[in-house]
Structure formats: C-alpha cells, structure tokens
C-alpha cells in the first residue's frame, strides 16, 4: 500500500513537472510582433533553425525566460529565417540576435551567451538611465554588486541643471545596455573616497578594486571629452570578451590588444597561461604606460580572430586590432618568446606606425572576406547537421555534375554520329562516280567491238 502511494505521488511529480514544463516553454512569435513591440519591455532572440549557436543557447534562454517570466519584461524568440520581414526591420545580420525593446528604444546584446550575462543585460537596460545612490549603505550595495564590473557615478549636488550632470545623464542614455550609471553626492561615499575628490562636481568610474576621477582638459569638462573618457573607461583592465563585444569596443578609441588562450588545451596549458599572464600584468600594473593608447582583453575561442585575419590561427596568439580602420597587426616573434618586455616594444611600434598592418576595407579584401564567408557557412552547417549539410550542398552538387556529364556525353556522341553519316554519305557517293566511270568505259568498249556492213560504209 505504502508502495503504491509512493508511486503515485512520484507520478503526480513528474506530471506537474511535465506540465509546468509545457507551460515555461519560451514563445515563439511571429511578423504581428511588429504591432506590438512598442508595447511595455521585450527580450526577443531572433534564431535560424539550423544554427547551431541558436541550438547551444535554447537551455540557457530558457533560464532566462523562467527568470523573467514574473516581471515586467516579456521573453519570446522568433524564427528569423520564417519571418525574415521581421528580422530586416530590426537589422538582424547574424544567428542568434537578442534585442531588448522597450518602446522605441532597442538595444543589442553583444555579451557572454550565459543566463548571467543576458540577465545582467536586461537589468541595466530596463533602466533608469542614472540610478541615485541616497546613503552610504546603497554605494556599499552597488559596490558590491559591481565587484567584478564596472560602474560610473556623478558625485555632485543634487541639480538636474548641472552642466556636467547634463551631459553625464545624456551619454548615460545612449549606453544604458552598455554600464551602470548612478549618481549621489559626496556625502554618500566612504571617508577614503571622498577626501580623495578635487573639485566638485565630478566624475568617478570604480573598476579593478579602485577608483579613478575624470580630469576636463583645461578645466572644461565638453561632452566629447566626456564621451571619450567614459568609453576608455567603461571596460576592466583586462576583461575576457566575446566576438560581439569588439564592435562596441571600437568606442574606446584604443588598439584592441587580443589575446586568444585556449583554456582546454592540456598539452599548451602551461604556455596559454603565461601569455595570458603577460596580458594581465601589462594591462593591470602598467596601466600608466598603455591605458591611453590600448585596450587589453583576452578571448577564449579563436573564432573572432579567425574572422579579423580570414584565417585558421592556433591558440596562443596576441594580435593587436585598429577598429576604427579595420586593419591589424601581427606580433614579429615566435609566440614562445613573447614575455612583457618583448610585448611592450612592440606595442610601442604599433603606436608609432612602424609595424606592418594587414586588413583594411580595400576590394580585394572584400572580396577574399566574401569567399571566406562562404566558407565559413558551409563549415558552420557541415558541424551543425550533416543531414542538412547533404541536402544543401550534397544533392544539388550531385544533379549539377549528372547534368554537366550528360550534356558533354550527348554532345560528343552527337559529333560521332554526325561524323560517321558525313563518312558514310562520302563513300557512298564515291561508289557512285566509280560505277558511273566503269559503265562509261563499259559502253565505249562495246561500241569498238561492234562489225560495220558494206551498205553502212558505202553511205
């Protein structure tokens, strides 16, 4: 009895189970989610149903649908292969694509494909744009909150009209997606912060377990100086970024310095871990010697890499990235001697413009960027489905080259007939003139032969 009580209870578990399971499936929508996207906050993944990025971040989309299916925010996907007027409407170039709307504002997620990361996303673009700090006890949270991040905060008098205020709140609407932005006055920070603080107001930006001001050229704090000094700050010194992140990188105004550690390679490990200890030392305790100029951050897979040079590199490897001009530079020692001294030179020659640059947006580029695309596809298909891989490219290759072949087996079989006719009709007319040739010598002869009578010759 206790048995059979035990079973079904076990069976009304699984099916509750099954069934919240059935209900906490993430939605997928369809082109009338053009109707209605300016209504409330979305988090919409546009898919390809044969991609495999898109197949590796169902479970981990999934997370973040039951996470957020309580709040304000709407989780939903959207085939965008099926309803591609959708997905050109919201320039979506590549699988998978998250966005967040929130009426007419729509924001691109370019971070980690983590549960963690994509709800960190979400909570810094939902907003506000600035967030108070009213106490000692709210720093200490957000400090807290941001311990591996990083977090600006105006420091100032409680004056929305402030001129600085005006441009810090401004810039802090355009990056929402992209940091936190509080603001509070002095006396919400701790003594050893705030005793540090010149004039104010002011600007702090707290990141690697310090905190640095911003300094106005000349005094005159201007909204690109403004600008520029929150994008070179916005990042850690040496954070591990994704491919996506690279774009929003080119902000910094900085050479992208990348290093590509393979963290799963047990023959190199020893050898991944020193060059991506030399990254962290250079951007960490050298900070005064490169901040200005570079931005340090480590990858680890070589596919972002791979895209910038079209190429197949093997991990580790340092490359230094120009954005704003799409060209490159490749370090000039084996990657074994690379140690900080070495590293540093050359960084120093990049800056100077005396290393070679590889890349550019010329038309031989774009045009070796198009077949290494188209390369890049077909591998991406080949390891996602070979089913697929064989319908797309498999069958058609194979009807294609039955057809070729039969058109050129046709086409020289035709030549062969043609020519045995043209043969045929040459002998036989050849025939012909040499009967006619033989009767004609016939007739001749015969008529020699004939005897002529006396009446005949007397006429």
């Not at 079904?8 to 509750?16: D, G, L, P, Q, R």
């Not at 997620?109 to 990361?117: M, N, Q, S, Y």
């Not at 791979?306 to 590199?313: A, G, K, Y």
């Amino acid at each position: 009895m206790a048995s059979k009580r035990k079973f079904t209870s076990m069976f009304f578990v699984i099916f509750a189970g099954c069934l919240v399971l059935g209900i906490s499936a993430v939605p997928d929508l369809d082109e009338r989610f053009l109707d209605i996207y300016k209504d409330g906050k979305w988090l919409i993944e546009f898919y390809a149903p044969w991609c495999g990025h898109c197949k590796k971040l169902e479970p981990i989309y999934q997370k973040v649908y039951n996470k957020l299916k309580h709040t304000d925010v709407r989780v939903a996907k959207i085939d965008a292969t099926r309803f591609s007027t959708v997905s050109s409407q919201f320039d979506v170039r590549g699988f998978p694509t998250i966005k967040f709307f929130n009426g007419d504002n729509i924001k691109n997620f370019h971070g980690e494909r983590t549960a963690e990361d994509i709800l960190e996303f979400v909570n810094k673009a939902k907003g506000p744009a600035v967030r108070e700090i009213t106490s000692i006890g709210k720093f200490n949270t957000a400090k807290e909150n941001h311990q591996d991040d990083v977090f600006f905060m105006f420091v100032g008098d409680d004056d929305p009209n402030n001129d600085l205020f005006t441009k810090y709140s401004s810039i802090a609407t355009e990056q929402i997606a992209l940091a936190y932005f509080y603001s509070g006055t002095k006396h919400v920070l701790p003594e050893k912060i705030s005793s540090k603080i010149g004039v104010l107001p002011t600007i702090l930006v707290f990141k690697d377990g310090t905190v640095y001001e911003y300094e106005a050229p000349r005094n005159v704090a201007t909204m690109s100086s403004v600008r520029q000094w929150l994008n070179g700050e916005r990042y850690p010194a040496f954070p591990l970024v994704t491919g996506g992140n690279i774009n929003d990188m080119a902000d910094t105004g900085k050479f992208l310095v990348i290093f590509v550690i393979n963290t799963k390679d047990s023959e190199r490990k020893t050898l991944n871990q020193r060059i991506k200890d030399v990254g962290n030392f250079m951007a960490r305790s050298e900070r005064d010697k490169y901040h200005q100029n570079f931005q340090f951050l480590w990858m680890n897979e070589p596919d972002t890499v791979n895209n910038i040079m079209m190429t197949f590199i093997k991990e580790p490897f340092v490359l230094v990235l120009d954005p704003t001009v799409h060209l490159y530079y490749i370090l000039d020692i084996p990657i074994e001697d690379c140690d900080a001294s070495s590293l540093g030179k050359f960084l120093n020659s990049v800056k100077d413009g005396k290393v070679q640059a590889y890349g550019g947006t010329g038309f031989f580029q774009r045009l070796k960027r198009l077949f290494y695309d188209i390369l890049v596809t077909v591998l991406d298909v080949w390891e996602s489905s070979r089913w697929l891989f064989l319908i797309m490219f498999g069958i058609p290759t194979g009807v294609i080259s039955i057809v070729c072949y039969s058109l050129c087996c046709m086409d020289t079989v035709d030549d062969e007939l043609h020519s045995d006719d043209e043969d045929s009709e040459d002998e036989e007319y050849r025939q012909y003139l040499k009967e006619q040739q033989e009767q004609k010598q016939l007739g001749e002869q015969e008529s020699k032969d004939i005897p002529v009578s006396g009446h005949e010759k007397s006429e």
